[in-house]
């Protein structure tokens, strides 16, 4: 079950996959994949057995079959270090989507040369605007008027809950602060990093398939 | 006879005891061996002396220098020591037997110089000999090796920087057949098993034993009235006003505490509450820079300081003359360990050593009462050696895959000689080395990974990058990332982990290094401070202090508290603590000997049931899993564990029907081997070794001091790696030693099904208090929990959704 916000008069929903969908725009919001990730750990010589992605592009897939989506916004961090075999994976998963347009929002881990982008029908650009004032961004862009809302990833923000019967749970979030919505990590093999709860945060945290505020 | 011994004891007037010459007579005639003596009384010598009459009497001519003596010790400092006195004795004795100091100190320049050309004998520790083996061409820089002396072997026996030892010294002995090898080791429990793990099984060798005995004097520091002293707390700041009388009253004191945290926080509150001891008191802990810990030491030995408020980090070696009195804050732990540090005072032949105990807790006040017990029983632990330490093997082929290399038939045999693999077979070797050629088990289509490659029958690392990587993480200690305190000057005051740092903001202010700092930036891995004033500050926590007590304290602890009954002739500790077992029987009740108390209380928290078998912690680690296990086949629930040396407790937001019958079957012996293997959760507690395997085997890798993007893109933590594994390779050999590690040091089976049987005759006692109990109040506030569940993950998380909600 997905979460509803609503950003500037804009109607959002904070998806359990860990994505946000803008339904006015068939805006699919995708944020820190780090595609490669494991695989770029075997080349460097870390001996773990050899993953496959297949699932986690699946998963994509099956977002993209289910809901109409018109463009996909990764918000940077989509590849996690230097080219491997598992972008050519990922470039059959868009060719796959040829009416779909994919656009990124460059983060700090994406070193591909202009080239692999192109090849994956990916149009980089330093952020990508909307008219009602969401603006999206890997990491939060400086000296925005006060209006906007920026999107952005980049810190994998999750939540420490505490309940009855001494139980903690440590869980992906998606976190609104100060007109920021940072988006959770979407790859299966990224940390999460507690964010504090200080005044005025709003958390949903992903609760199995369901975003809930706390 | 040893004429250097004579000269030189004769000149400084000494006499020599016997140890120190049936040491220089077993040497002479080439013997190996284990030396057993206290610290103080010149152990060190009786082995030096012996090497350099035997390197003299072996030397012809005056040839080249080559590498004749290995001197290994666990701690930088204790090198520095040895090396001075060593060195001392050669400049004494006008003699030409050079020798010098390799750690990770040694500079570049002095390595490369040691290299071309060598000192006869090389003070250093086992990491360092580990790195001399991953250069090109140590087996030519070992070949005339003589003697290797592992100094406090029992401190590294217990670890797995013991395993890296006995590999070196497989190594070593191949090269050189004749090598003689000495261990240096205190008193423990199995000195014999020490003995045989050093020297090898086919080694006759001997062990030589002090037999000196020490007098150790104990007194426990009381608080003026039980009832203002807290029932838990681990910092024992209450007593501190009770402390600084010891302090003026001797000479020269070192304070010890169980951990950094504590070390700063008590140095802290000794300067702001009594502001005379400045310049008089100092601190000394692992974390701070070596110039600072170096003045510390020498202002020690020169008896310039009062006080010094330390770590572990003054356990070992180098005996400070000025000291005569020793304080402990908190339980030590174990018996070794409170006796070692004891030892640090009064050191002469002849003299008491003298040990104030200073308690955090009420219940920690028994201890006292244990500690004496155990110091007149005489009881000792032992340490248990690390077998079948695959990461260790890992790294180890690395390191020499990335030296001379290695023939794989030949490093089988000499791996399968060591304790440490004794039992390991060619299948689990040959995964070792399938880890390290493709990565595991299986190759995929186009698969490009490379460690160790086969050239001309030897396994040698050809990427330097790979190499360099290699080398600066050898080494079996695993820490968190480090970041490097420094004034705005460049002034380094030490190291604190990066966690600590990345919670603080700029401009908040910590203590550190006894200084109040205040965070300016951070740049890299450089955290530039300034010193400030305000009142406030956070003191940081370093991981790693969490030691749990040992076995044989644990059993002094259970005797201690047997004589809670008696009416006479109870100890100052156990007859001071009476009113808070009254407290007990007016809350709840107090068990005699052959009743098992348990008590079931709600709080905000949930229904907590608490049991008190007095079995030790690592019994009740296992029991309280089994006891979860049997609860949760009655009704699905989760429960947060904790335990001490006393009992456990289990917390669930479930409630049971608890009563007299139903525990006498959760606690019943029948079906235990079962339950014990179907229902432990092991999973988290192996997640957490797999930290240190996943860190020595080299699958984290720390970066180096400002880390490049590159090595950013290798970090990940242990977690990751343990999921991987589990997820694409579960029978993998490194997850599968995290499984073992549990079980052979958390989860004992046999101790736990003895403790079962006891229990079975036990009367059990439920009690139902309104509030918690003196009993229960420690256990309570143990912040270390383990968890057990029989809920999948998806259901608590739908709990979870629940509960909140509802709220």
């Known amino acids: 079950m997905a979460k509803r916000i609503v950003l500037n008069g804009l109607e959002c929903f904070l998806l359990p996959q860990k994505v946000l969908y803008i339904p006015q725009y068939g805006l699919l919001v995708v944020s820190d ?163 504090p709860r200080t005044e005025g945060a709003r958390f949903f945290p992903v609760i199995n398939d369901e975003v809930v505020e706390i | 006879m040893n004429q250097f011994a004579e000269v030189w004891f004769y000149n400084q007037g000494w006499k020599a005891h016997d140890f120190q010459q049936k040491t220089w007579k077993a040497i002479q005639k080439g013997h190996s061996g284990l030396l057993n003596a206290p610290t103080g009384y010149g152990k060190t010598f009786a082995v030096w002396f012996g090497i350099l009459d035997h390197y003299y009497a072996q030397q012809e001519s005056n040839k080249k220098t080559k590498l004749h003596t290995l001197w290994v010790t666990p701690l930088r400092a204790l090198s520095k020591e040895i090396y001075k006195a060593a060195n001392t004795v050669s400049e004494g004795l006008e003699l030409d037997y050079r020798v010098e100091l390799r750690t990770g100190d040694t500079s570049t320049a002095s390595r490369q110089k040691q290299r071309k050309n060598p000192p ?86 001997l062990l030589v034993k002090a037999n000196i005995d020490k007098h150790i004097q104990v007194e426990t520091i009381l608080p003026d009235s039980l009832e203002k002293f807290p029932w838990a707390g681990h910092l024992g700041i209450r007593l501190l006003d009770k402390v600084v ?198 190759l995929t289509a186009y698969d490009d990974f490379h460690r160790l490659e086969n050239i001309d029958g030897l396994f040698k690392v050809t990427s330097r990058k790979l190499a360099m990587r290699h080398r600066l993480s050898i080494g079996a200690i695993v820490s968190d990332a480090m970041m490097r305190v420094k004034f705005m000057n460049g002034k380094y005051l030490g190291s604190i982990e990066e966690s600590f740092i990345s919670r603080l903001k700029q401009g908040e202010v910590f203590w550190f290094s006894g200084r109040q700092l205040e965070l300016l930036s951070t740049r890299g891995m450089d955290v530039i401070v300034k010193p400030s004033t305000k009142k406030k500050g956070v003191i940081p926590s370093w991981m790693g202090g969490r030691f749990s007590i040992s076995p044989d304290l644990g059993e002094a ?37 052959n009743e098992l108390l348990v008590e079931y209380i709600e709080t905000r928290y949930g229904h907590h049931l608490f049991v008190y078998p007095f079995e030790g912690k690592l019994v009740h680690e296992g029991m309280s899993q089994v006891v979860a296990y049997r609860l949760g086949k009655l009704k699905p629930a989760t429960f947060s564990i904790a335990t001490n040396e006393y009992g456990f407790e289990l917390v669930s937001e479930t409630k049971y029907e608890l009563n007299e019958e139903l525990l006498r ?124 569940s029989n809920e999948d993950w998806q259901s608590r998380l739908e709990k979870l959704k629940m509960q909140l909600t509802l709220e």
């Open chain 2, 120 to 205: 006869q004998a090389m003070i250093t520790t086992p990491e360092s000999v580990h790195l001399l083996l991953a250069s090109k061409e140590s087996t030519a820089f070992f070949k005339s090796l003589e003697f290797i002396v592992v100094d406090e072997w029992h401190e590294l026996l217990g670890s797995k920087r013991g395993v890296l030892v006995e590999l070196a010294l497989s190594r070593l002995k191949a090269i050189n057949p004749s090598l003689k090898i000495w261990g240096i080791s205190a008193t423990i429990g199995n000195l014999e098993e020490a003995k045989e793990i050093l020297l090898g099984k086919d080694n006759k060798g």
């Open chain 2, 557 to 593: 602890i259970r005797h201690s508290f047997k004589n809670i009954h008696k009416r006479s002739h109870q100890s100052r500790e156990i007859a001071f603590l009476k009113p808070l077992f009254e407290e007990q029987k007016r809350r709840s009740q107090l068990p005699s000997e």
């Open chain 2, 665 to 788: 079957i959760l606690f019943s012996p029948t079906h235990l081997h079962e339950d014990i293997n179907s229902g432990i959760n092991v999973q988290e507690m192996a997640k957490r070794r797999f930290r240190d395997i996943a860190g020595i085997a080299g699958l984290v890798f720390q970066g180096f001091p400002g880390k490049s993007m590159k090595t950013k893109h290798l970090q990940a933590n242990s977690g990751l790696f343990f999921s991987v594994f589990q997820d694409y390779d579960p029978s993998n050999l490194l997850l599968r030693e995290a499984f073992d590690e549990v079980f052979d040091f958390q989860l004992e089976e046999g101790r736990m099904q003895k403790a079962f049987n006891r229990i079975n005759d036990h009367h059990i006692v439920l009690s139902r208090p309104e509030k918690l109990t003196p009993f229960a109040f420690p256990i309570f506030s143990e912040s270390f929990r383990e968890r057990y």
């Open chain 1, 33 to 195: 994949w780090h595609l490669g990730k494991l695989t770029h750990f075997r080349k460097e010589g870390l001996f773990i057995p050899p993953v496959q992605i297949e699932e986690e592009i699946g998963r994509m897939e099956l977002l993209l079959d289910e809901l109409p989506v018109q463009r996909v916004v990764l918000l940077g961090d989509l590849f996690h270090s230097e080219w491997n075999e598992d972008w050519m994976q990922f470039t059959l998963f868009t060719q796959r989507y040829p009416r779909i347009s994919f656009l990124l929002t460059k983060g700090n881990h994406d070193i591909l040369a202009n080239d692999h982008w192109l090849e994956a029908k990916i149009n980089v650009v330093p952020q990508y605007l909307l008219t009602e004032g969401l603006v999206f961004s890997h990491e939060p862009l400086p000296d925005l008027p006060s209006y906007m809302v920026n999107v952005v990833g980049h810190v994998h923000p999750g939540c420490l809950l505490k309940v009855r019967g001494r139980q903690s749970f440590r869980l992906p979030c998606f976190h609104l602060a100060e007109r920021i919505l940072t988006l959770p990590a979407y790859g299966k093999w990224t940390g999460v990093q507690v964010l």
């Open chain 2, 245 to 442: 009388p010891i302090i003026h009253a001797h000479q020269s004191t070192l304070i010890f505490t169980n951990t950094r945290s504590q070390a700063e926080i008590w140095y802290q509150q000794l300067i702001l509450n009594y502001p005379e001891f400045a310049g008089l008191l100092a601190i000394h802990h692992g974390s701070l820079s070596d110039e600072v810990r170096i003045w510390v030491e020498d202002a020690l030995h020169e008896g310039r300081l009062k006080a010094v408020v330390c770590t572990s980090s003054l356990d070992l070696g180098v005996d400070f003359r000025p000291v005569d009195c020793v304080v402990q804050i908190g339980s030590p732990k174990g018996v070794a360990r409170f006796l070692q540090r004891a030892g640090r005072s009064g050191h002469r032949p002849g003299e008491v050593s003298k040990i104030f105990y200073v308690p955090t807790n009420s219940l920690e006040i028994i201890e006292g009462d244990s500690l004496k017990y155990a110091v007149q029983q005489h009881i000792v632990e032992q340490r248990i050696p690390y077998i079948r330490s695959f990461d260790v093997l890992i790294q180890y082929l690395m390191t020499l895959a990335v030296g001379d290399g290695f023939n794989a038939d030949q490093l089988f045999g000499q791996v399968k000689q060591t304790h440490c693999f004794e039992s390991i077979s060619r299948e689990e070797f040959e995964e070792c080395m399938a880890m390290l050629i493709h990565g595991g088990k299986s």
